[in-house]
């Protein structure tokens, strides 16, 4: 499937700046020292891809939910910004080159954007685990991104809650 979600032309003010990095910085240490975290509500794990421009490695902290056969799916809401989120540029620039760290392992996975029935099937799901998310869409006027997470071959993913 295609990562084609252009930016929107409203919304929240996407967080960026040197103290947003350093906090995401402190997130990913955090989560990886507890092997398994919550923040801010929900399940999180840490998201490394590919910068499509730099071609170095970015991690971030992501919140996820759990997808049908073992899969993650996560969300670039940028708090409801009226554009994407840097990582998922990286995500769409290098789908294959994904890794996440969840629980104590390290996981590399391939990387999706819903579309069609699975995306609102998905949305529903996220939607009422996490009410939050009716409010990002409702700032912006562009569709929220979802993208499934899938181990790549050989890997196996865990059995999953999601976030809450």
């Not at 080159?97 to 949305?123: C, M, P, S, T």
């Not at 790549?152 to 993913?157: E, F, H, L, V, W």
């Amino acid at each position: 499937m295609s990562f084609d979600t252009s930016a929107g032309t409203r919304g929240a003010r996407q967080p960026a700046g040197r103290v947003f990095r350093w906090l995401n910085a402190l997130a990913a240490r955090l989560l990886r020292h507890k092997r398994a975290a919550k923040l801010i509500g929900f399940d999180t794990l840490v998201l490394t891809t590919v910068g499509r421009k730099s071609g170095q490695d970015r991690t971030t902290p992501v919140g996820w939910f759990g997808g049908k056969d073992g899969s993650w799916l996560i969300v670039a809401s940028a708090a409801g910004a009226a554009g994407n989120p840097a990582w998922y540029h990286n995500v769409a620039a290098h789908p294959d080159q994904v890794r996440i760290e969840v629980d104590g392992r390290k996981v590399a996975v391939a990387a999706e954007q819903l579309h069609g029935a699975e995306r609102a099937q998905a949305w529903q799901q996220i939607t009422t685990t996490a009410p939050r998310f009716v409010q990002y869409q409702q700032k912006t006027d562009r569709e929220l991104p979802i993208i499934r997470l899938v181990p790549r071959s050989g890997q196996k993913a865990p059995d999953q809650g999601g976030a809450e």
